[in-house]
């Protein structure tokens, strides 16, 4: 059997929280930042959870996260 393998993109991504909950950044702050307002930059500050619908997505992606 070959090896488990993480996929990079979703470790760069994701990250585990204690409770079991996966953190994810938001989109659409990366650039293109002059026309959005000050209100939707401020709002895509911070971190988000992933929605329990997605988790098994990340769970097959990280086998190794603890999920």
């Not at 979703?10 to 000050?38: C, N």
């Amino acid at each position: 059997m070959p090896k488990m393998k993480t996929k990079s993109g979703a470790k760069k991504r994701f990250r585990v929280r204690p409770g079991g909950t996966v953190k994810r950044g938001h989109a659409f702050k990366r650039h293109i930042l002059t026309k959005k307002s000050t209100k939707t930059k401020r709002q895509l500050r911070g971190s988000a959870s992933v929605h329990e619908t997605d988790v098994g997505h990340i769970k097959q992606m990280m086998p190794f996260a603890g999920l």
